[in-house]
């Protein structure tokens, strides 16, 4: 990988070109003057850039995943302070992901937000398996933003009153 460059970890999750210094084993290390880790995993190459460029001009350093798989490969290393997840990708899809990602205990509470062009049916099930927040594609940068500083800020307290708070695109519980 180049220093400095867009790269890729060994696993070929993407690491933005901001806050890249080269692969640790363990990457955990923390980035001066970063607001956060985000796990953004998408099939979508242009909604993975979308949503990268966005947090990261925002100061957070950012990991990508093209699908679930690729995300539980990369997301121990990475230890992301929130992870966002698309629903509709292949090998792994965002619900199956999330329920794998709460049934590990090293994973369990990292919150999880639903990035996708959601249905009734998508935020019963992510309810389901423990998802934290809900943005529907499209959506606008703000609300991104919105929500996951919330849930870097909050993380998963507060989960056992199913309180939720809903914005113009988003769901958060709270």
Not at 83 to 88: A, K, Q, R, S
Not at 119 to 125: C, D, K, L, M, R
Not at 161 to 172: H, M, V
Request: include cysteine; charged fraction near 30%; hydrophobic fraction near 35%.
């Amino acid at each position: 990988m180049r220093q400095g460059g867009r790269g890729c970890t060994p696993s070929g999750a993407e690491v933005g070109k901001t806050r890249t210094r080269g692969w640790s084993r363990s990457y955990s290390r923390v980035v001066p003057g970063a607001s956060g880790r985000v796990l953004v995993v998408d099939d979508n190459k242009v909604i993975r850039q979308l949503i990268r460029v966005n947090l990261e001009l925002e100061g957070f350093e950012v990991v990508t995943a093209a699908d679930g798989a690729e995300c539980l490969d990369v997301v121990k290393q990475v230890r992301p302070d929130v992870i966002t997840l698309d629903v509709v990708m292949p090998r792994l899809d965002g619900l199956r992901t999330a329920a794998l990602l709460r049934s590990e205990p090293s994973t369990r509470a990292v919150p999880v937000a639903i990035i996708s062009a959601c249905g009734q049916y998508e935020v019963e099930s992510a309810l389901a398996v423990g998802v934290d927040a809900f943005l529907s594609k499209p959506f606008e940068p703000a609300e991104l933003l919105r929500v996951v500083r919330q849930l870097r800020q909050h993380g998963r307290r507060g989960e056992a009153d199913g309180e939720r708070t809903e914005g113009a695109g988003g769901r958060t519980r709270r």
